[in-house]
C-alpha cells in the first residue's frame, strides 16, 4: 500500500504553507518513487493544525520527527536519508533540528501572522486558495492566534499594529498647515508642497526619516535583528563552504529541515521582509545554501496553488495538472454535506469566546488500543478540602473584620472603672501575724480613750 501524506496546502510557490509539512515532503520525495506514495491536501478541523500527517494503512505519524523516526524504523534502509551518518553527525543532526525548530518557528509566526500587515496582504489571501470558503473565516484567524500566542515572550506585539495608509496620514494632519493645504485643494488652487521635492527630512508620521523610525516594523528591527542574527549564524557556520549542512555528498534530514523553515523566511512576497532583507544582505552564504536545496530536493519547481485545489477538490483528479508537477498530488476523499456543515458548525462554536472554553477538550484518544493506566493516589489534600478550609477562613476573617468595624463605629456610652484590688498579703508560716496586727489597733484605740474599758 503506497504512503498517503497528508499537508497544509501550497503558497508562495513552495509546495505547503507550513514548515514542517515541506521538510517533510522533501523527505517523501528524496527517499520515495513517486509511485510509492501520494501527496494530499488537507486542512485539520483543529486549529493547531496536526500535520503533516502520514497514514500507512492503520498505522499515523504526525510531525516531520514522527514520520523520519517511523520510515527509518519500519522501512528499508534506503528510506533513511541519515544512514551513513557518523555517531557524531547524528548527535549534531538531533541537537540542530531541535535548534531550527525552536528559533525559526517563532521567527516564521513573527513574519507571517503576527505582523499585520504582512498577515493582511500575504498570508491571509494565501489560505484563501487552499481552503473552502467557510474555513477561511476561523482557520486564518484561529492560526495567527496560535503564533501570537507562542511569540508572546519575546515582547514584539509592537508588530500586530494595523498600518494606516500614507493617503491617510498626510503631513501635519490635523495642524493648521495642514488644514489650509486642504482648505486651498478643494477650492482649486495648487498646494504650496513642491511635488519635485520630496520631503527626505520631514518628521511626520509615515514620511520621511521620522516617521520610517516610528513605523512597528523598525520600532522592533533592532530585536528582529538578533533575533535572526541568532538562527542564521550558527546555520552559516556549520555550512561553512560546504554544500550540505553536515558535508558528505547527500542531503541529510536536517537539510530537509532547515529547508522547510528558510524557505518561509526567503520565498513569501509579504511587503515587510526583514527576514530576506536580512538573508540577502548578511547571510550570501544561506541565500545560495536555500537555492540550492530547492532544486534539489524539490527540482526547482513551483508549485501552482490553483493546479493543486483543481487536483484536491475532484473526485477525478486532472491528469494534465498531475503530469505538470514532479509530486504526486491526489485528491482527497469527499466527506459529504453533513460533514461540511459539523466541521463548519464545529469550527464557528469554537471560535466564540464563552463555547470556547465551555467546549473545549483536552483528552486524545489513540485508536491504537485500550491502554489502561493505574491511578496513583496523591499525597496531597483533596482540592474539596482545600476549597472547604479556604471558604471556612474567608467567613471567619470576614465576621473577624466585621466586629471590628462594629465595635469601632459603636463605641461604650459612659466612664470606664477601674478596680485595684489590695494585694493579698504573703502568711508563709505565720498565719496568726495578720489577726495580732488587728487585735493589737483595737487595744491601742481603748487605751486612748481613758474609761472606755471599764464603762
Known amino acids: 500500500m503506497a504512503l498517503e501524506l497528508h499537508v497544509w496546502g501550497p503558497a508562495f510557490g513552495l509546495p505547503s504553507i507550513d514548515a514542517?509539512?515541506?521538510?517533510?515532503?522533501?523527505?517523501?520525495?528524496?527517499?520515495?518513487?513517486?509511485?510509492?506514495?501520494?501527496?494530499?491536501?488537507?486542512?485539520?478541523?483543529?486549529?493547531?493544525?496536526?500535520?503533516?500527517?502520514?497514514?500507512?494503512?492503520?498505522?499515523?505519524?504526525?510531525?516531520?520527527?514522527?514520520?523520519?523516526?517511523?520510515?527509518?524504523?519500519?522501512r528499508a534502509g534506503a528510506c533513511d536519508l541519515d544512514h551513513a551518518l557518523t555517531h557524531q553527525q547524528q548527535t549534531d543532526s538531533t541537537a540542530f533540528a531541535a535548534f531550527i525548530q525552536f528559533t525559526g518557528g517563532p521567527l516564521i509566526d513573527l513574519s507571517l501572522y503576527v505582523s499585520a500587515e504582512n498577515f493582511r496582504n500575504t498570508t491571509s489571501s494565501a489560505y484563501t486558495a487552499i481552503l473552502p470558503w467557510h474555513r477561511n473565516y476561523t482557520i486564518p484567524p484561529a492560526r495567527r492566534d496560535l503564533a501570537r500566542t507562542r511569540t508572546?515572550?519575546?515582547?514584539?506585539?509592537?508588530?500586530?499594529?494595523?498600518?494606516?495608509?500614507e493617503e491617510d496620514l498626510g503631513l501635519g494632519k490635523g495642524?493648521?498647515?495642514?488644514?489650509?493645504?486642504?482648505?486651498?485643494?478643494?477650492?482649486?488652487?495648487?498646494?504650496?508642497?513642491?511635488?519635485?521635492?520630496?520631503?527626505?527630512?520631514?518628521m511626520g508620521r509615515g514620511k520621511g526619516i521620522g516617521g520610517l523610525l516610528s513605523s512597528p516594523i523598525y520600532a522592533a528591527?533592532?530585536?528582529?535583528?538578533?533575533?535572526?542574527?541568532?538562527?542564521?549564524?550558527p546555520l552559516s557556520d556549520l555550512l561553512e563552504n560546504r554544500k550540505y549542512l553536515l558535508g558528505g555528498n547527500e542531503p541529510s534530514s536536517l537539510d530537509c529541515m532547515a529547508f522547510g523553515y528558510l524557505?518561509?523566511?526567503?520565498?513569501?512576497?509579504?511587503?515587510?521582509?526583514?527576514?530576506?532583507?536580512?538573508?540577502?544582505?548578511?547571510?550570501?552564504?544561506?541565500?545560495?545554501?536555500?537555492?540550492?536545496m530547492r532544486g534539489e530536493l524539490l527540482g526547482g519547481e513551483e508549485t501552482n496553488a490553483a493546479n493543486v485545489w483543481s487536483i484536491s477538490t475532484k473526485k477525478k483528479a486532472d491528469s494534465g495538472a498531475i503530469h505538470r508537477s514532479s509530486l504526486p498530488w491526489h485528491p482527497q476523499s469527499s466527506p459529504g454535506l453533513f460533514s461540511n456543515l459539523s466541521t463548519a458548525a464545529h469550527e464557528v462554536m469554537f471560535s466564540l469566546p464563552l463555547l470556547s472554553t465551555l467546549?473545549?477538550?483536552?483528552?486524545?484518544?489513540?485508536p491504537q488500543g485500550k491502554i489502561l493506566s493505574r491511578r496513583v493516589a496523591s499525597a496531597l489534600p483533596s482540592p474539596l478540602i482545600v476549597r472547604t478550609l479556604v471558604a471556612f477562613s474567608a467567613v471567619v476573617t470576614a465576621a473577624l473584620a466585621g466586629l471590628a468595624i462594629h465595635h469601632r463605629r459603636s463605641p461604650r456610652d459612659g466612664d470606664l472603672?477601674?478596680?485595684?484590688?489590695?494585694?493579698?498579703?504573703?502568711?508563709?508560716?505565720?498565719?496568726?501575724i495578720g489577726e495580732a496586727e488587728s487585735f493589737l489597733s483595737v487595744f491601742a484605740?481603748?487605751?486612748?480613750?481613758?474609761?472606755?474599758?471599764?464603762?
Not at 510509492?36 to 497514514?55: F, I, N
Not at 488652487?189 to 527626505?200: D, E, F, K, M, Y
Not at 528591527?221 to 549564524?233: C, M, P, S, Y
Open 175 to 202: 495642524t493648521p498647515g495642514a488644514d489650509y493645504e486642504a482648505a486651498k485643494r478643494a477650492a482649486g488652487l495648487p498646494p504650496s508642497n513642491r511635488s519635485g521635492q520630496p520631503p527626505v527630512l520631514s
Open 152 to 165: 508572546a515572550h519575546l515582547g514584539l506585539s509592537s508588530l500586530d499594529v494595523s498600518v494606516v495608509g
Open 221 to 233: 528591527r533592532f530585536q528582529l535583528d538578533a533575533l535572526t542574527n541568532g538562527l542564521l549564524e
Open 417 to 432: 472603672v477601674f478596680y485595684a484590688l489590695r494585694p493579698a498579703i504573703f502568711q508563709g508560716g505565720f498565719g496568726g
Open 359 to 366: 467546549l473545549r477538550r483536552d483528552v486524545i484518544l489513540h
Open 263 to 292: 524557505a518561509l523566511m526567503f520565498y513569501p512576497p509579504v511587503p515587510q521582509a526583514w527576514l530576506k532583507e536580512a538573508i540577502q544582505s548578511r547571510f550570501p552564504r544561506i541565500q545560495s545554501y536555500i537555492t540550492c
Open 445 to 455: 484605740n481603748q487605751i486612748a480613750r481613758p474609761g472606755a474599758a471599764y464603762s
Open 20 to 74: 514542517e509539512c515541506i521538510a517533510t515532503i522533501c523527505y517523501l520525495q528524496r527517499i520515495c518513487p513517486s509511485t510509492g506514495w501520494r501527496l494530499v491536501v488537507d486542512a485539520p478541523s483543529s486549529s493547531q493544525g496536526d500535520l503533516p500527517l502520514l497514514v500507512d494503512g492503520a498505522v499515523r505519524a504526525r510531525g516531520f520527527a514522527s514520520v523520519v523516526s517511523y520510515l527509518r524504523t519500519h
